[in-house]
T-cell receptor, first 115, second 112 residues
Framework: GAGVSQSPSNKVTEKGKDVELRCDPI?????LYWYRQSLGQGLEFLIY????????KSGLPSDRFSAERTGGSVSTLTIQRTQQEDSAVYLC?????????????FGPGTRLTVL | GEDVEQSLFLSVREGDSSVINCTYT??????LYWYKQEPGAGLQLLTY?????DMKQDQRLTVLLNKKDKHLSLRIADTQTGDSAIYFC????????????FGRGTSLIVHP
């Protein structure tokens, strides 16, 4: 079956531009997570959606970052006025729900380069 | 908050055993996970253990949990070049949010 997909796979942008990153979770998965992976760093949690509940935005590093999840499925992470320090791989993951076991299925990521 | 620590690099010879270590700070009931990330790919769950267990074995993988020392290890028997990847330790605190905390990852290099 289809896994988690992300697009684009690579994005190069100029400093100050806005970017949108897309995540298509596994069908039927109610939980969706965005992470950022910088070189030499672990996964930095950004935002978490669970069903129709208000998202947990506690990991967003600044108000330039926002995310939406439409219809409980596709999610878009938007970074406004990109900065060079935003360069990283952005990973999306989904899970069936937020039950205790909670295996996460990851997409391949979007590599963002801000020039 | 929770913190998960791992060593950054491990180099082993093909056919030897690899042991990747992780320490965590959370003291309540928790699930602990090992994920594998191959180059250019997302993370893939390898195995997990609940905090009321001491050991879990799955083919070449053995997970050991020392709750007293809050130490988790992943042993890979008969390591192959295809095992070269980054291995992430992660935990979820069942008394908190269902947002896992990941370590920085251990790069495993397997050489002939």
């Amino acid at each position: 079956g289809a896994g988690v997909s992300q697009s684009p796979s690579n994005k190069v942008t100029e400093k100050g531009k806005d970017v949108e990153l897309r995540c298509d979770p596994i069908s039927g998965h109610t939980a969706l997570y965005w992470y950022r992976q910088s070189l030499g760093q672990g996964l930095e949690f950004l935002i978490y959606f669970q069903g129709n509940s208000a998202p947990d935005k506690s990991g967003l590093p600044s108000d330039r970052f926002s995310a939406e999840r439409t219809g409980g499925s596709v999610s878009t992470l938007t970074i406004q006025r990109t900065q060079q320090e935003d360069s990283a791989v952005y990973l999306c993951a989904s899970s069936r729900d937020s039950s205790s076991y909670n295996e996460q299925f990851f997409g391949p990521g979007t590599r963002l380069t801000v020039l | 908050g929770e913190d998960v620590e791992q060593s950054l690099f491990l180099s082993v010879r093909e056919g030897d055993s690899s042991v990747i270590n992780c320490t965590y700070t959370d003291s309540s009931s928790t699930y602990l996970y090992w994920y594998k990330q191959e180059p250019g790919a997302g993370l893939q769950l390898l195995t997990y253990i609940f905090s009321n267990m001491d050991m879990k074995q799955d083919q070449r993988l053995t997970v050991l949990l020392n709750k007293k020392d809050k130490h988790l290890s992943l042993r890979i028997a008969d390591t192959q070049t295809g095992d070269s990847a980054i291995y992430f330790c992660a935990e979820i605190d069942l008394g908190g949010s269902y947002i896992p905390t990941f370590g920085r990852g251990t790069s495993l290099i397997v050489h002939p």
